[in-house]
């Protein structure tokens, strides 16, 4: 399995690293790695999460996150 982001996916993480950002660089670079290496589990788990809204696609939710 292909692990790829959407723009719009890379879109929030951008803007998710920004909001956190002026208030805590550290927290905000570890809340991106912690969504990063979480979609990347669908490589070696592909079934993780849900089926996509687009076909052939899988989804998967940060719960450690709000």
């Known amino acids: 399995m ?18 956190i950002k002026p208030l805590n660089p550290v927290a905000a670079r570890r809340v991106v790695d912690f969504i990063i290496a979480t979609a990347y589990q669908l490589k070696n788990f592909p079934f993780l999460g849900r089926a996509g809204r687009e076909e052939g696609t899988r989804e998967v939710s940060i719960p450690k996150y709000p």
């Open 2 to 19: 292909h692990v790829r982001f959407s723009d719009a996916a890379r879109s929030d993480i951008s803007r998710i690293r920004d909001f």
